[in-house]
């Protein structure tokens, strides 16, 4: 099997043992909702799972003002305002799902939070198919009050699959586990159910 080197695509700026925050190198440039990441090396790093994309000025007292009044493009707007790029910033909002050390995968909370300025990377398809090979992950993930988590929770399962030898057999194992642990709450279960059909 090929090894794919992991893109690094941002820096942690703020760290629990639950949840991280982390600054995009690029304006705009962020994985995908529901991305699984890594923030660490591969043999002691924190695994999580991509929740929130936000982009705001570096100031938080100080609002963005449309600038694209005479533009014909948004590109124009950065071309003729370049310290735009320098003003704003993109944010990603990680919910921890699970941790390795020496290497090996644990799908439970991290004894330790990833260090400030701890790199960020984009996992490649063998360490998503290696992390998604169980869904003792999932609860952690399903526990998090916010209204992205179910939409993070169908793309990530959604865009795991193609990851394993068997995709169609790796969402249904998937959805027997979400049937599982959200049995008492059909609603959600079902939405769910959708998101993840092939």
Excluded: W
Excluded at 33 to 61: K, N, S
Excluded at 79 to 94: C, F, G, K, S
Aim: proline letters at 11%; charged letters at 20%.
């Amino acid at each position: 099997m090929t090894t794919t080197t992991p893109d690094r695509i941002a820096e942690v700026i703020e760290a629990s043992t639950t949840r991280l925050v982390a600054q995009c190198y690029r304006l705009y440039e962020a994985p995908p909702l529901g991305a699984l990441v890594r923030a660490g090396p591969h043999e002691d790093g924190v695994y999580g799972v991509l929740t929130g994309i936000a982009t705001q000025g570096l100031d938080p007292g100080r609002k963005s003002i449309a600038r694209g009044v005479k533009a014909d493009t948004e590109e124009q707007v950065y071309d003729e305002h370049p310290q735009l790029a320098r003003l704003l910033r993109t944010t990603l909002d990680v919910v921890t799902v699970g941790h390795t050390n020496s290497g090996s995968i644990f799908q439970h909370l991290p004894p330790y939070p990833p260090r400030i300025h701890a790199f960020l990377y984009t996992c490649p398809p063998e360490e998503v198919q290696a992390f998604t090979a169980s869904f003792d992950f999932l609860p952690l993930l399903l526990a998090v009050p916010s209204p992205a988590t179910d939409e993070a929770v169908a793309s990530l399962l959604r865009t795991a699959a193609p990851a394993h030898p068997d995709a169609p057999a790796f969402l249904l194992a998937a959805g027997r586990e979400l049937a599982r642990l959200l049995g008492g709450n059909p609603p959600r279960l079902n939405t769910l159910l959708r998101r993840i059909a092939p």
